[in-house]
């Protein structure tokens, strides 16, 4: 089973807290009105660190034949339709689901910049 854990984004800090902590301190319910919640995906990247929710990752898929998944970058996201954690991709190609192969480099609320990297 993976451990669910949650972080929030406020403003340009994070604070790191669990959903119990977060839902019975009322001390903390100003976040919810200006924050992002994003969430663990259980998964960590090649280098052990933790993969979260709105993360950006570098992708560089050990099979590609094709160049669309060396180099790429994306931002990591829950896809209700397929029920799992994907990475989008630069390369302009459909999301690919989450392995171990990515490289988590920043993450859209304090690197936005890393979305614009041009393949």
Excluded: Q
Aim: proline share 5%; charged share 30%.
């Amino acid at each position: 089973m993976r451990e669910h854990k949650y972080r929030v984004w406020y403003r340009e800090k994070i604070v790191l807290k669990s959903l119990n902590d977060m839902l019975t301190d009322p001390s903390d319910n100003f976040m919810f009105l200006d924050g992002e919640v994003t969430e663990f995906t259980g998964l960590t990247d090649k280098s052990g660190k933790e993969i979260w929710e709105g993360d950006i990752v570098r992708i560089n898929h050990p099979e590609d034949r094709t160049g669309d998944f060396t180099n790429a970058v994306g931002e990591v996201f829950w896809w209700d339709e397929e029920g799992g954690w994907y990475h989008g991709n630069n390369h302009g190609r459909p999301p690919k689901r989450m392995w171990d192969y990515v490289e988590v480099i920043g993450n859209v609320y304090e690197n936005p910049e890393l979305m614009r990297i041009k393949p």
